[in-house]
């Protein structure tokens, strides 16, 4: 039985990753939307296999991509769920998702779903990444992303969230090459999104709380603590946090290089980015 449900995926160039993700939602949902930023690979060629609804649009960010998408996708469900390309729903989730929405209490808005993210093949447990909450399930008006270039949520207009136990999984089958050049990317709209950071204060937004929910006792930690330390120096303590303190050495090599690169090798970037976009600011 198929419950009153869109799922709504981002797309750009993701022959690899697609077909795995529409699997994952097939016989679940009334219908699938692919929101995509003018793909030159087989990406639509699999969204029409699957019977998607394809609507291109140019892409600036996520959150401003899928904010579109709710604004003007041709939605008549009661919920709506958000999926990247490269994630998909375990077995689990798709069956809780369903017996969940059956009976969805009228006071609540949303669910929390925990992500499971896989690098190289191996899953991502320790270092603090597991479990991550997002919003990624809500009732159609009732939740909008942030407006940020990177890092974006959810965040809930009306009513209440609940969690779900299952997980869904982050799992992108590119080389390393290409995520490595996904975070050089993030890393100069993340400076952007730092430079600008008093406009995006009076928007929607995660509020920063030590005693909030995850997100925003995560970005407490990130704008109070993180970003007042030394800089350049804050990326190293950083790595050593996860990699040690949060058990990240026990996700192997994999683990390994992963830690590495996310905490030590993208915030150190984006501090020298920074340090550049300061030092021009100053000499002019």
């Not at 609507?55 to 579109?68: G, I, L, R």
Request: charged share 30%; aromatic share 16%; hydrophobic share 40%.
């Amino acid at each position: 039985m198929k419950i009153s449900l869109s799922v709504i995926i981002l797309t750009y160039n993701e022959e690899l990753n697609l077909e795995k993700c529409l699997k994952s939602v097939a016989g679940l949902t009334t219908e699938v939307f692919i929101v995509d930023s003018y793909s030159k690979d087989k990406t639509l060629e699999i969204a029409k296999k699957y019977g998607a609804k394809i609507v291109k649009h140019p892409f600036e960010n996520q959150a401003k991509q899928f904010n579109w998408a709710l604004d003007n996708l041709k939605i008549k469900t009661e919920w709506i769920l958000r999926l990247d390309a490269d994630e998909y729903l375990a077995d689990e989730l798709k069956h809780e998702i369903t017996e969940t929405l059956k009976n969805a209490p009228d006071g609540v808005s949303g669910y929390y779903i925990k992500r499971r993210v896989c690098f190289m093949g191996r899953w991502m447990k320790h270092g603090g990444y597991y479990p991550a909450w997002f919003l990624r399930l809500f009732r159609y008006g009732k939740a909008r992303y942030e407006e940020r270039e990177v890092d974006e949520h959810a965040v809930l207009l009306d009513g209440q969230a609940s969690r779900l136990k299952n997980d869904f999984v982050d799992e992108n089958r590119q080389k390393l090459e290409w995520w490595i050049g996904k975070q050089n990317n993030h890393s100069s709209r993340e400076v952007s999104a730092i430079l600008r950071e008093k406009e995006i204060r009076n928007k929607i937004r995660v509020s920063p709380s030590f005693f909030g929910n995850q997100a925003e006792r995560k970005r407490w930690l990130k704008e109070k603590v993180f970003m007042k330390s030394p800089m350049f120096f804050r990326a190293l303590l950083y790595f050593i946090y996860r990699y040690f303190f949060r058990l990240g050495f026990l996700d192997g090599k994999e683990g390994l290089i992963f830690h590495f690169l996310s905490a030590m090798w993208y915030r150190f970037i984006i501090d020298a980015k920074l340090y550049e976009a300061y030092k021009i600011r100053r000499n002019n």
